[in-house]
């Protein structure tokens, strides 16, 4: 199985609205309401920003929202601040017991 | 508060087996999945499979049987990830991560700070 496919990279100004894309096929992402996406500081672990697709855990800002469209994931960050500047990825189960991951996308807040 | 412990940094020779350990605390250790995804330097995450901590019973994509196995032991609340036959390839960071509590395809909800392995002749 390939990994998920990510831009390596998206940038955007404090206060606009970036959406990272996370494209997978109709065994994974298509199928499976188990999309979950994850936000990575340089040198930091990874942590839990939506999961199932759309659902924000508790702690997590509504700037962030998760959708879905045919084999395509995407996560939204609106009202853009410095903090958000990090790398991120996506995750899916693929079936048969496994998970996939994207291979991360870099943002960039100019 | 609920936390994965990782062990520490390790160097292996090529054609070693390394064992990172991931301790649990805060929570009960047997209710939820474990699973194990490395990150190679520069690259993105690649899932290695995961552990049910009350059964023992694992998962392991193709690509790694046969050479990776986790193991628990309840009465440390650790989970442990063993790889054999290290190659240069296998240099990378290595993280357990709490998954589900019913399901193995649930999201991973907390992260242990991750277990750097180099692998170097």
């Known amino acids: 199985q390939s990994a998920l496919t990510q831009p390596r990279s998206v940038s955007g100004s404090p206060g606009q609205s970036v959406t990272i894309s996370c494209t997978g096929t109709s065994s994974d992402v298509g199928t499976f309401n188990y999309v979950s996406w994850y936000r990575q500081h340089p040198g930091k672990a990874p942590k839990l920003m939506i999961y199932d697709v759309n659902k924000r855990p508790s702690g997590v800002p509504d700037r962030f929202s998760g959708s879905r469209s045919g084999n395509t994931a995407s996560l939204t960050i609106s009202g853009l601040q410095a903090e958000d500047e990090a790398d991120y990825f996506c995750c899916s189960y693929a079936g048969t017991y496994t998970l996939l991951f994207g291979g991360g996308t870099k943002l960039t807040v100019l | 508060q609920v936390q994965l412990v990782q062990s520490g940094a390790e160097v292996r020779k090529p054609g070693a087996s390394v064992k990172v350990s991931c301790k649990a605390s805060g929570y009960t250790f047997t209710n939820y999945y474990i699973h194990w995804v490395r990150q190679a330097p520069g690259q993105g995450p690649e899932w290695m499979g995961w552990?049910?901590?009350?059964?023992?019973?694992?998962n392991y994509p193709q690509k790694f049987q046969g050479r990776v196995t986790m193991t628990r032991d309840t009465s440390v609340i650790t989970a442990f990830l063993e790889l054999t036959w290290l190659t240069s390839d296998d240099t990378a960071v290595y993280y357990c991560?709490?998954?589900?509590?019913?399901?193995?395809?649930?999201?991973?909800?907390?992260w242990g700070p991750g277990t750097m392995v180099t692998v170097s002749s």
């Open positions: 552990m049910n901590p009350n059964s023992g019973g694992t």
């Open positions: 991560a709490r998954g589900g509590s019913a399901s193995y395809y649930d999201a991973l909800d907390i």
